[in-house]
C-alpha cells in the first residue's frame, strides 16, 4: 500500500492550499481516509476523515468550516482543500488509511511520507 501526499508549500494567512493524497496498492472501499498534521514540538493530531464507501465526513473542531475532505474515485485520491488558512495550520501533513470496524474507533495502519504546509502571518 502507498499513500502520496503532496501539495503543501507557503501560503500567506487568509489564503488557501489543496492537498492531494494518492493511494494504491490495494481497494480502498472498506477503508476511512484521514489527514493528520503534526507542528514542531507537538504531538500529531486528526484534522479531517472521509469512509471511502459513502462519502461520509468528519473534522476537527479547530479547521471545521475551513478546510474540507473529498475523494475521487476515478484516481483513487484524497483532497484536503484548507481555505482562510491560519499560522496556527502550519505543520507536516499527512495522509493515512484505516479499514472501517463497526463500533470500533478506526487504526490507520497505512501512513504517507507528508508534506509541509507553512502559513505565514
Known amino acids: 500500500v502507498q499513500l502520496q501526499a503532496s501539495g503543501g508549500g507557503l501560503v500567506q494567512a487568509g489564503g488557501s492550499l489543496r492537498l492531494s493524497c494518492a493511494a494504491s496498492?490495494?481497494?480502498?472501499?472498506?477503508?476511512?481516509m484521514g489527514w493528520f498534521r503534526q507542528a514542531p514540538g507537538k504531538e500529531r493530531e486528526y484534522v479531517a476523515a472521509?469512509?471511502?464507501?459513502?462519502?461520509?465526513?468528519y473534522y476537527a473542531g479547530s479547521v471545521k468550516g475551513r478546510f474540507t475532505i473529498s475523494r475521487d474515485n476515478a484516481k483513487n485520491t484524497v483532497y484536503l482543500q484548507m481555505n482562510s488558512l491560519k499560522p496556527e495550520d502550519t505543520a507536516v501533513y499527512y495522509c493515512?488509511?484505516?479499514?472501517?470496524?463497526?463500533?470500533?474507533?478506526?487504526?490507520?495502519?497505512?501512513w504517507g511520507q507528508g508534506t509541509q504546509v507553512t502559513v505565514s502571518s
Open positions: 493515512a488509511a484505516g479499514l472501517v470496524v463497526p463500533g470500533q474507533v478506526t487504526k490507520y495502519d497505512y
Open positions: 496498492g490495494r481497494t480502498f472501499s472498506n477503508y476511512r
Open positions: 472521509i469512509t471511502w464507501s459513502d462519502s461520509r465526513t
